[in-house]
Each structure stands twice: as structure tokens, then as C-alpha cells.
């Protein structure tokens, strides 16, 4: 890494989707850097997601929360971290509508918890994983940039805005040394059943209805989840303090034509899918301008859409036992085995 001299990294949420692989693919290029894994395990973190580096000197893992301020100041205590990326949430939209003071909690005071901690104890590098979602949504043409007016439609991405803008001014008030970065949407392995594709895969294998929200013409920028991880990496070791990262994968598709596509890959009839109502607030259109990031750090996407896709059909349907087991609830029992009594 470059302009950081990387020796511990506090990477918060790491049993989630996107942290497990960030934390999968980090020991693999940084070795012998620490990797602290703060993550509450709620319904959404999922230890299996990390199986196999349980026994890497390097990985230390921790069971609490960003938004218990004693527990986050003891840890920052015990080690000293030079970067720290927050992937900590509450991620699912949907949920948010149902109920959001999960969300405020943890995006929003978790966050700030963090900071605060930050503040107290310094660290080297703060990266604030942040989301599309946060510009709200766009017309038939044109594309979010880092200056595109926030405008969050759902309590999710308005608690995820808040965050951002508490990163920023922790940055210019108490000088936190904070990145931010939007990424689009993430697919590939270890996503949890509940968000559209690994739902869309999970129903199909086991026969069941397809559950398209609206007319289906909703449009979302997709990005395979190494992609992020790998641009995460990136922005911590070169971006510019205090500054912005918008990453998108440039693969702009309508989840109805992204359904197909999942049941042509798995020889499905198109009879699975069904129409039902219509999320409140639904964004209609995302699409990313990654272009500073391109231009000023280099990065850009490896991964082609349909190579992804294929990756992670495959993945889903060689690991059945991982989100059936989530499905079912045998995941909490596992749970408990494992890790009630520590
Ligand atoms: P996820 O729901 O799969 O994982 C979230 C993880 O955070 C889980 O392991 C959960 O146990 C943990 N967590 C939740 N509350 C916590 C708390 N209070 N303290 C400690 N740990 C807690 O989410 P994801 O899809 O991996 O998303 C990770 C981050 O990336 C989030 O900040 C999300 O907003 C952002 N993001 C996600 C996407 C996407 O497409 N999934 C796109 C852009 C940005
Ligand atoms: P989701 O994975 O929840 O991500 P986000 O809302 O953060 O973009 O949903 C992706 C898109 O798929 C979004 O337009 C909502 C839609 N969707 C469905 O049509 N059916 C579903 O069952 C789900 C979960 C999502």
C-alpha cells in the first residue's frame, strides 16, 4: 500500500456479504497485516461466510456493536489500527420500510460511535462504505457523480446519507482522516436470500415464484463484489482524504430482463415469474460515473457482467447448504453452537 504503512486494519461488518469477501481477498494481498473483524452477527452476519481463515494467525474476530460505545472504546484501546473500513449496516431496503430504527442505530450512531472512537484514539485511514442510493434516483438518462445532489428516498439510504455526512464533518471539524466511497449494487458470493439476485437464484432452484416488484423496469447498476472489495483497496491506499468515490460497474439492467436471465441460466420456465406490488418509494433508475476513480486511482472493473453471473449462478447452486441453511434458520442453531458461549 502506498502512503500507508498498513499494519492493522479494523474492518467492521466482516461476516456480511461485501466485508467477508473484502476480509477473504485483504489477508490473501496483505500479508501479515492484522485484520480485526468487529461484526454484531445479526440476522445478516454469517460466520460460515469466513469459514477457512478462522485459523489465520492474522484474523482476529470480535462479536459486538459499532453503536456500543464502551465495547468500541475498549477495542480501540487494545489495538492501535492504522485503517479502518466500515461496512457495519443495516443493508436491506426493504426492511428499513418496515422498520427503521435499526437502521438509524446502527447507520447513523454506529457510525458516529466510530468516529468518535477514531477521533480519541486516531487511526490512519477512516473509509466509509457508502451506497448509491444516497443521490436517489434518475430519470431515463444521465448518471450519479460525486457532485450529484443527495437526495435519499428510503429510510435505508437516508441513513446511510447521514453517515456520509457525519464522515465529512468529522473529517473538516476534528480533522478524522475520513474517504467515502458509493458503490452500486453488489452481486456474487456469500449474498444474503433476501436481496433480489441471490432471492431471484434461491427461488428458481427450489421452483418458486419469482417476486418482481412494479412493472419490473426498475434499473440497477450492477458490480460484481471483488470489483468493490478491490476498489475499496485501492481508495484506501490512494484516495485523497476527505474526498468522494463513486463505483459502479457499468452493467445497467432492468430486473425483469435480470430475472430472465437467471432462469435461462438455470433452465427455468419464465412461468416462475410474478408480478407483486410495488415497493414504497422504489428508486427507478441507478447508474454510476466511476470515472474519478478510473482516472485518479486506476482502478476499474475486472469482471465482465456475464462472467459474473455466471460465477455466482454457479456459486449458489455449488453451495446450497450455505443459504439453505439461512433459509431454514439452522444457521441460528449453528450459531449458537459455535459462538453463544465465547
Ligand atoms: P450485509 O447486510 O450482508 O452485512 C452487514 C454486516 O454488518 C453483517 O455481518 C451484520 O452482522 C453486521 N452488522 C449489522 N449491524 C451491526 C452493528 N450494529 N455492529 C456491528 N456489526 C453489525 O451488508 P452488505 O451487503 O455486505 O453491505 C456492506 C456495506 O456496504 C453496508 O454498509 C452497505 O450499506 C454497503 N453497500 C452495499 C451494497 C450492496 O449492494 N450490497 C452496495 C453499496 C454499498
Ligand atoms: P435489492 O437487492 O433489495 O437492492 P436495492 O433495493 O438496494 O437496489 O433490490 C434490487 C432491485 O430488485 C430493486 O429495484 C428492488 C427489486 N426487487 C424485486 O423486484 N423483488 C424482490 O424480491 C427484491 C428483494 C428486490
Redesign the pocket.
Known amino acids: 500500500m502506498t502512503g500507508l504503512n498498513l499494519k492493522t486494519i479494523l474492518v ?9 469477501n473484502f476480509i477473504r481477498t485483504f489477508l490473501d494481498k496483505h500479508k501479515g497485516v492484522e485484520v480485526i473483524n ?9 460466520l460460515e461466510s469466513l469459514h477457512g481463515i478462522d485459523g489465520n494467525p492474522s484474523y482476529h474476530f470480535y462479536r ?5 460505545e464502551a465495547f468500541v472504546r475498549r477495542l480501540f484501546n487494545e489495538w492501535h489500527f492504522d485503517a479502518l473500513v ?7 431496503v426493504d426492511r428499513s420500510i418496515l422498520g427503521p430504527s ?1 437502521f438509524i ?3 447513523v450512531r ?1 457510525t458516529m460511535v466510530l468516529l468518535e472512537a477514531a477521533r480519541e484514539f486516531g487511526v490512519g485511514r477512516f473509509l466509509q ?5 444516497v443521490y436517489g434516483s434518475l430519470g431515463q438518462t444521465g448518471k450519479f457523480t460525486e457532485s450529484t445532489h443527495i437526495s435519499p428516498n428510503s429510510p ?1 439510504s437516508a441513513s ?1 446519507a447521514s453517515a456520509d455526512m457525519l464522515a465529512r464533518a468529522w473529517w473538516k471539524t476534528f480533522g478524522v482522516p475520513t474517504l467515502i466511497t ?6 456474487g458470493p456469500f ?2 436470500p433476501e ?1 433480489f439476485i441471490p432471492l431471484m437464484i434461491a427461488n428458481a432452484l427450489r421452483n418458486k415464484k419469482l417476486p418482481i416488484y412494479g412493472d419490473g423496469m426498475n434499473v440497477r447498476d450492477w458490480i460484481y463484489v471483488e470489483d ?1 472489495c478491490e476498489a475499496i483497496d485501492v481508495v484506501l491506499s490512494k484516495g485523497k482524504i476527505g474526498e468522494v468515490y463513486n463505483i459502479g460497474g457499468g452493467n445497467e439492467i432492468a430486473n425483469i430482463e435480470m430475472a430472465r436471465l437467471i432462469l435461462s441460466k438455470l433452465g427455468k420456465p419464465e412461468s416462475l415469474l410474478e408480478f407483486v406490488k410495488d415497493r414504497p418509494g422504489h428508486d427507478r433508475r441507478y447508474a454510476m460515473d466511476s470515472s474519478k476513480v478510473e482516472i485518479e486511482l486506476g482502478w476499474k472493473p475486472n469482471q465482465s457482467f456475464r462472467g459474473g453471473i455466471d460465477l455466482t449462478v454457479n456459486w449458489y447452486i455449488k453451495n446450497e447448504n450455505w443459504w439453505k441453511r439461512i433459509i431454514s434458520g439452522e444457521y441460528q442453531k449453528y450459531y449458537k453452537l459455535q459462538y453463544e458461549e465465547r
Do not use: M, P, W
Not at 468487529?38 to 454469517?46: E, I, P, S, V
Open positions: 467492521t461488518g466482516g461476516a456480511g456479504f461485501i466485508g467477508s468487529l461484526d454484531k452477527l445479526t440476522y445478516a452476519g454469517n459486538g456493536d459499532i453503536a456500543d466500515n461496512f457495519a449496516a443495516e443493508s436491506h435499526a442505530d446502527t447507520n454506529g462504505v457508502s451506497t448509491d442510493e435505508y446511510k458509493r458503490c452500486s449494487n453488489n452481486y449474498q444474503f436481496k468493490h
